[in-house]
């Protein structure tokens, strides 16, 4: 895998609020951002099962409302627009917002083909904040600005039924995302961001809508992809260029790899759609059982490898997973090797390969789908012990070798 810029491209931070959901998986799928629910709390606003639950927005929104800050850093000017108006600058920016929002919700086989998209606007500078309301701030300080962050989404995830952020609709469902917002640095005077238009007059500047695209990804639940081509990869195209294609009206999800399609669907899955029903599944282990950690105990897998399906005719990846772990109902997560490759097109061949997080993307770039899989007893007061479990670092350093087909 290559890096494609050096400057890293987002970074989630859930915070795990109290909240709820009804179903569970079975094992692990793609790299999403994972919470388990509180069976502290009674079943019927937990769910009462301690296996993960991927974090979505609500299963059937009536909208999806993004509001955004007008308020944009002007010395420097970060945000390059080829309309230099007051109001030619705004109305720039917000048809990016537009065409990434539709970047997604342009994917065949989701039910976010079906959810109606209202982009608004706010005066207020800092507008990202635990309100309830999802917003993308441009000119906004916050302490997860690192050196090499050019922007990054702040999730909170409900673990029971009930909970609620700010001013925002309760939870209904266990993994529910009750708040997403999206900031960009503009604190670097180094960094500046272009829109598709000034993009090829602005050789030095960041492509706004590949960004942008990405970190909606992560308001709509995903974690990182170690895929290159794919737009949640974890590193920002290089200045001056952009990630795949731009939206068309005949193409909206042209920014978007088939991982991040593939991701989606199992997101988001449209009960209509007969063609992404292909499933992969199977377990990682070793040659040598005596290579496995001995602690935590009960590990029967290699945890934490990056399993990928390659299209046999045309050589595209069409989806890739961590792989390392199962769940069943009551929980706890069992790391057996397990992994599930899910909603790829029917009735093709693939090829499927295994390798280790030891390249481009490391186990820290894709940290919220691994690192929240357990609750811990020991350090998280009054958890069942029975529905607890320690999750083990991800596995780096084996090797895998191909045996031959029948």
Known sequence: MKREGQRVF???LTLMISCGSWSVPVASAYAFNEIVPDVRQPVNISGGSACPVRSHIRSVPAARIMRWSTLLNTNPVTIITRDQTANGRLAEIEQV???SLGA?????GTTLQSVPETVTRTGVQNACGTDGVNSICFDQADLAFTPGVLAFTRAITADRIGVQAGSGAPATEVGEILDADIYFNTSDSHVAYATPTA????ASAYDLESLL?????????FSHSAVWSAIMFPYAPAPG???AARPTVLQPDGPLGEDDRTGLRILYPEAADSFHTGSIRGRIVPANPLSLPTFPPGV???FGSHVVAVDAESGAVMGATIGGWSCSDPGPTQFDGSYVLERLPAGHAYQVYVEPFNGAVDPSQVGNATASLCRN??????????QSCVIPAADISFTTRTRPGP
Not at 213 to 219: D, M, V
Not at 377 to 386: E, F, K, L
């Open 10 to 12: 987002a970074i989630v």
């Open 97 to 99: 917002i537009t065409q």
């Open 104 to 108: 997604w919700s342009g994917v065949s």
């Open 199 to 202: 993009l090829p007059s602005a």
């Open 213 to 221: 695209t990405h970190e909606l990804g992560h308001a709509l639940g």
């Open 241 to 243: 260029t952009f990630s």
């Open 300 to 302: 029967t897998g290699i």
């Open 377 to 386: 007893a020991t350090s998280d007061a009054g958890w069942p012990p029975m």
